[in-house]
Nanobody, 122 residues
Framework: VQLQASGGGSVQPGDSLRLSCTAS????????IGWFRQAPGKEREGVLC????????DYGDSVMGLFTISRDNVKNAVYLHMDSLKPEDTAVYFC????????????????WGKGTLVTVSS
């Protein structure tokens, strides 16, 4: 199983960014993919998840509707679209898969990829 998050970088407050998570080694279209993040000095938290039926789960109110998630089952990819980025969005962003097909807590996710760093700073 391979999960690879990409698309991170340094941006300014108010900018937009799209992260990608590409995957292989499992039945992608039957899986749920979630995005999680870990800010410096903080615990990892859930952001958004999309399940096998394209239903979304918002793990918390930290992104306040400014982030969206989508998937492309042909490309085995899930995207995290981030708008109006703020300095507090600075974190390493991870994608993870739940092979159950349903969005679950981060402790129950099946596989994890390496993260991609997003830095929001003026």
């Amino acid at each position: 199983v391979q999960l690879q998050a990409s698309g991170g970088g340094s941006v300014q407050p108010g900018d937009s960014l799209r992260l990608s998570c590409t995957a292989s080694g499992f039945t992608f279209d039957r899986s749920a993919i979630g995005w999680f993040r870990q800010a410096p000095g903080k615990e990892r938290e859930g952001v958004l998840c999309i399940n096998r039926r394209d239903a979304l789960t918002d793990y918390g109110d930290s992104v306040m509707g400014l982030f969206t998630i989508s998937r492309d089952n042909v490309k085995n990819a899930v995207y995290l679209h981030m708008d109006s980025l703020k300095p507090e969005d600075t974190a390493v962003y991870f994608c993870a898969v739940s092979t159950t097909g349903w969005c679950v807590s981060q402790g129950a996710m099946t596989y994890w990829g390496k993260g991609t760093l997003v830095t929001v700073s003026s």
